[in-house]
Protein backbone atom coordinates (compact mmCIF):
# COMPACT_ATOMS: atom_id res chain seq x y z
CA UNK A 1 0.00 0.00 0.00
CA UNK A 2 1.19 3.80 -0.99
CA UNK A 3 1.66 5.53 2.08
CA UNK A 4 3.68 8.16 4.33
CA UNK A 5 4.27 6.61 7.74
CA UNK A 6 5.33 8.70 10.77
CA UNK A 7 6.54 7.79 14.22
CA UNK A 8 5.65 8.24 16.56
CA UNK A 9 2.14 9.46 16.42
CA UNK A 10 1.85 11.41 19.78
CA UNK A 11 4.86 12.73 22.07
CA UNK A 12 4.98 14.56 25.38
CA UNK A 13 8.32 15.34 26.04
CA UNK A 14 10.18 18.21 28.46
CA UNK A 15 11.82 21.77 27.46
CA UNK A 16 15.49 20.67 26.04
CA UNK A 17 15.13 17.04 25.02
CA UNK A 18 16.57 16.30 21.89
CA UNK A 19 14.10 14.33 19.41
CA UNK A 20 13.77 13.04 16.10
CA UNK A 21 10.24 12.68 14.06
CA UNK A 22 10.72 10.22 11.65
CA UNK A 23 8.90 10.08 7.82
CA UNK A 24 8.88 7.18 5.50
CA UNK A 25 7.68 7.01 2.15
CA UNK A 26 7.29 4.02 0.28
CA UNK A 27 6.38 5.67 -3.54
CA UNK A 28 9.42 7.04 -4.78
CA UNK A 29 8.86 10.24 -4.21
CA UNK A 30 11.65 13.10 -5.12
CA UNK A 31 10.02 15.43 -2.96
CA UNK A 32 9.30 15.39 0.91
CA UNK A 33 8.53 18.08 3.40
CA UNK A 34 6.84 18.94 6.99
CA UNK A 35 4.28 20.90 7.55
CA UNK A 36 3.21 22.54 11.13
CA UNK A 37 -0.61 22.86 11.52
CA UNK A 38 -1.72 24.92 14.75
CA UNK A 39 -5.05 26.29 15.25
CA UNK A 40 -5.77 29.47 13.37
CA UNK A 41 -2.55 29.52 11.43
CA UNK A 42 -3.49 26.51 8.97
CA UNK A 43 -0.08 24.37 7.51
CA UNK A 44 3.23 26.16 7.72
CA UNK A 45 6.26 24.71 5.67
CA UNK A 46 9.00 23.83 7.99
CA UNK A 47 11.31 22.53 5.47
CA UNK A 48 11.53 20.63 2.22
CA UNK A 49 13.28 18.59 0.18
CA UNK A 50 13.85 18.23 -3.12
CA UNK A 51 15.94 14.85 -3.53
CA UNK A 52 18.82 13.17 -1.55
CA UNK A 53 20.92 15.43 0.24
CA UNK A 54 18.92 18.29 -0.70
CA UNK A 55 17.20 20.25 1.20
CA UNK A 56 15.85 23.72 1.89
CA UNK A 57 14.33 25.79 5.01
CA UNK A 58 10.36 26.95 4.71
CA UNK A 59 8.49 29.77 6.05
CA UNK A 60 8.74 28.32 9.86
CA UNK A 61 12.51 26.44 9.80
CA UNK A 62 13.84 28.04 13.25
CA UNK A 63 14.54 25.66 16.12
CA UNK A 64 14.07 22.82 13.80
CA UNK A 65 16.48 20.61 11.18
CA UNK A 66 16.59 17.75 8.95
CA UNK A 67 18.22 15.61 6.84
CA UNK A 68 17.90 13.22 3.28
CA UNK A 69 20.48 10.67 3.30
CA UNK A 70 17.80 8.09 1.16
CA UNK A 71 15.18 9.46 -0.81
CA UNK A 72 12.43 7.53 1.22
CA UNK A 73 13.39 8.64 4.78
CA UNK A 74 13.17 12.88 5.76
CA UNK A 75 13.56 12.39 9.77
CA UNK A 76 12.72 16.14 11.49
CA UNK A 77 15.42 16.71 14.78
CA UNK A 78 14.20 19.02 17.27
CA UNK A 79 17.70 19.66 19.05
CA UNK A 80 16.21 21.63 21.92
CA UNK A 81 12.50 21.47 21.99
CA UNK A 82 10.50 24.65 23.79
CA UNK A 83 6.88 24.96 24.52
CA UNK A 84 6.06 26.97 21.15
CA UNK A 85 7.29 23.98 19.13
CA UNK A 86 4.12 22.04 20.64
CA UNK A 87 1.91 21.51 17.52
CA UNK A 88 0.39 18.70 14.75
CA UNK A 89 3.11 18.04 12.24
CA UNK A 90 2.58 16.27 9.20
CA UNK A 91 4.93 14.83 6.97
CA UNK A 92 4.38 14.84 3.26
CA UNK A 93 5.80 13.90 -0.52
CA UNK A 94 5.36 14.51 -3.81
CA UNK A 95 6.05 13.44 -7.36
CA UNK A 96 7.81 16.23 -8.97
CA UNK A 97 7.60 15.89 -12.72
CA UNK A 98 8.45 18.51 -15.49
CA UNK A 99 5.17 19.87 -15.36
CA UNK A 100 5.97 20.79 -11.58
CA UNK A 101 4.00 20.20 -8.55
CA UNK A 102 1.90 17.04 -8.03
CA UNK A 103 -0.63 15.68 -5.57
CA UNK A 104 1.34 15.81 -2.16
CA UNK A 105 0.22 13.06 0.35
CA UNK A 106 0.61 13.38 3.87
CA UNK A 107 1.50 11.07 6.79
CA UNK A 108 -0.92 10.60 9.47
CA UNK A 109 0.68 13.46 11.75
CA UNK A 110 2.46 13.69 15.11
CA UNK A 111 0.91 15.45 18.11
CA UNK A 112 3.97 16.84 19.97
CA UNK A 113 3.62 18.83 23.31
CA UNK A 114 6.61 20.16 24.77
CA UNK A 115 6.01 20.85 28.63
CA UNK B 1 7.16 34.77 -0.46
CA UNK B 2 3.76 33.49 -1.76
CA UNK B 3 1.07 34.50 0.60
CA UNK B 4 -2.19 32.93 0.12
CA UNK B 5 -5.55 34.25 1.63
CA UNK B 6 -8.52 32.37 2.47
CA UNK B 7 -12.00 33.80 3.04
CA UNK B 8 -14.65 33.47 4.49
CA UNK B 9 -13.21 31.50 7.25
CA UNK B 10 -16.54 29.71 8.32
CA UNK B 11 -19.29 28.40 6.08
CA UNK B 12 -22.27 27.20 6.81
CA UNK B 13 -24.68 25.83 4.20
CA UNK B 14 -28.20 24.66 4.24
CA UNK B 15 -27.48 20.74 3.10
CA UNK B 16 -28.49 20.18 -0.99
CA UNK B 17 -26.97 23.99 -0.91
CA UNK B 18 -23.74 25.19 -2.55
CA UNK B 19 -20.69 26.44 -0.99
CA UNK B 20 -18.22 28.39 -2.28
CA UNK B 21 -14.67 28.84 -0.98
CA UNK B 22 -12.61 31.53 -2.54
CA UNK B 23 -8.77 32.15 -2.31
CA UNK B 24 -6.14 34.84 -3.24
CA UNK B 25 -2.94 34.56 -3.53
CA UNK B 26 0.31 36.77 -4.13
CA UNK B 27 3.06 35.91 -6.69
CA UNK B 28 1.59 35.43 -10.31
CA UNK B 29 4.44 33.12 -11.34
CA UNK B 30 2.58 30.39 -8.99
CA UNK B 31 1.22 27.89 -11.53
CA UNK B 32 -0.17 25.29 -9.22
CA UNK B 33 -3.15 25.52 -6.64
CA UNK B 34 -4.76 22.51 -4.91
CA UNK B 35 -7.41 22.23 -2.84
CA UNK B 36 -7.09 19.85 0.32
CA UNK B 37 -9.79 18.55 2.44
CA UNK B 38 -9.11 17.61 6.39
CA UNK B 39 -11.77 16.00 8.09
CA UNK B 40 -11.44 16.35 11.79
CA UNK B 41 -8.66 14.12 13.82
CA UNK B 42 -7.49 13.01 9.98
CA UNK B 43 -4.75 13.94 7.58
CA UNK B 44 -5.40 16.86 4.76
CA UNK B 45 -6.01 14.95 1.28
CA UNK B 46 -6.35 16.20 -2.17
CA UNK B 47 -9.68 16.68 -3.43
CA UNK B 48 -8.78 18.46 -6.63
CA UNK B 49 -6.32 20.62 -8.35
CA UNK B 50 -6.00 22.81 -11.16
CA UNK B 51 -2.65 24.47 -13.38
CA UNK B 52 -2.09 28.07 -14.26
CA UNK B 53 -2.71 27.12 -18.08
CA UNK B 54 -6.41 25.77 -16.73
CA UNK B 55 -9.17 27.91 -15.94
CA UNK B 56 -11.46 25.19 -14.62
CA UNK B 57 -11.38 21.57 -13.86
CA UNK B 58 -14.55 19.97 -12.51
CA UNK B 59 -14.74 16.43 -10.41
CA UNK B 60 -18.44 15.34 -9.57
CA UNK B 61 -19.82 17.74 -7.60
CA UNK B 62 -16.13 19.51 -7.08
CA UNK B 63 -15.07 22.96 -9.12
CA UNK B 64 -12.41 24.83 -9.06
CA UNK B 65 -12.29 27.82 -11.24
CA UNK B 66 -8.81 30.28 -11.41
CA UNK B 67 -8.77 33.58 -12.70
CA UNK B 68 -4.99 34.66 -13.37
CA UNK B 69 -5.30 38.12 -13.79
CA UNK B 70 -7.24 38.73 -10.70
CA UNK B 71 -5.11 36.02 -8.94
CA UNK B 72 -7.78 34.41 -7.29
CA UNK B 73 -9.01 30.92 -7.26
CA UNK B 74 -12.65 29.66 -5.99
CA UNK B 75 -13.98 25.88 -4.80
CA UNK B 76 -17.12 24.98 -5.94
CA UNK B 77 -19.23 22.05 -3.95
CA UNK B 78 -23.01 21.93 -5.39
CA UNK B 79 -25.43 20.05 -3.29
CA UNK B 80 -23.44 20.03 -0.40
CA UNK B 81 -23.70 16.74 1.98
CA UNK B 82 -23.33 15.95 5.37
CA UNK B 83 -19.80 14.36 4.60
CA UNK B 84 -18.57 17.22 3.31
CA UNK B 85 -18.27 19.09 6.29
CA UNK B 86 -14.64 19.23 7.00
CA UNK B 87 -11.51 22.24 7.18
CA UNK B 88 -10.37 23.27 3.32
CA UNK B 89 -7.29 24.81 2.65
CA UNK B 90 -6.33 26.24 -0.62
CA UNK B 91 -2.81 25.99 -1.80
CA UNK B 92 -0.28 27.66 -4.31
CA UNK B 93 2.82 27.11 -5.48
CA UNK B 94 5.68 29.46 -5.36
CA UNK B 95 9.28 27.71 -7.02
CA UNK B 96 9.80 24.75 -5.18
CA UNK B 97 7.61 25.81 -2.39
CA UNK B 98 3.39 24.85 -1.91
CA UNK B 99 2.09 27.90 0.66
CA UNK B 100 -1.39 26.61 2.45
CA UNK B 101 -3.92 29.44 3.08
CA UNK B 102 -5.00 29.11 6.84
CA UNK B 103 -8.48 26.91 6.18
CA UNK B 104 -11.73 27.34 5.61
CA UNK B 105 -14.36 25.73 8.38
CA UNK B 106 -17.45 24.38 6.27
CA UNK B 107 -20.07 22.88 8.35
CA UNK B 108 -23.36 21.21 6.04
CA UNK B 109 -26.18 21.15 8.49
CA UNK B 110 -28.50 18.92 7.66
Known amino acids: EAQVTQNPRYLITVTGKKLTVTCSQN?????MSWYRQDPGLGLRQIYY???????DKGDVPEGYKVSRKEKRNFPLILESPSPNQTSLYFC??????????????FGPGTRLTVL | GENVEQHPSTLSVQEGDSAVIKCTYS??????FPWYKQELGKRPQLIID?????GEKKDQRIAVTLNKTAKHFSLHITETQPEDSAVYFC?????????FGKGNQVVVIP
Open chain 1, 92 to 105: ASSLRTMAGYNEQF
Open chain 1, 27 to 31: MNHEY
Open chain 1, 49 to 55: SMNVEVT
Open chain 2, 27 to 32: DSASNY
Open chain 2, 50 to 54: IRSNV
Open chain 2, 91 to 99: AASQGNRLA
